[in-house]
């Protein structure tokens, strides 16, 4: 067998900042590996601590580096685990709606002047779509 034909590194996500656009994996047979936003698969643009991954390493100036990142398998969401809860309160879910409906307009808006929304309203909007989309999934 080949150098070339061993199995791919697998690892999980150390930690990785989606501001900064990189971080780390922990390799399952060795150190950890610094990756940047730009080995990650196309559509994704971060990375949960624990996640499973599959990935390249290359050798550069500063150590070891990911390339060609493929997600295994991600951790489930805490807000998944939230099955097992209670539901909130519908008083609660109308302030979340209502809150998400203000933030869409202003997304909304940024859109139709041919801009796509600042990160101040498009991660607060995310939270809140995923946290409406969630308890709706109940």
Known sequence: MSERSKAVPTGKVKWYDAEKGFGFLSREDGDDVYVRASSLPEGIA???AGT???FGVLSGRKGEQAHQVKVLDAPPSVSQNRRAASRRSP???ATITEDLIRLLEGVGT???HGRHPDAKT?????K???AL???LDL
């Open 110 to 112: 940024a859109y139709r």
């Open 52 to 54: 499973k991954v599959e």
């Open 46 to 48: 971060t990375l949960k």
């Open 91 to 93: 008083e609660d879910m």
């Open 128 to 130: 809140l779509l995923r």
């Open 133 to 135: 989309a969630d308890e």
């Open 122 to 126: 498009a991660k607060p909007t995310a």
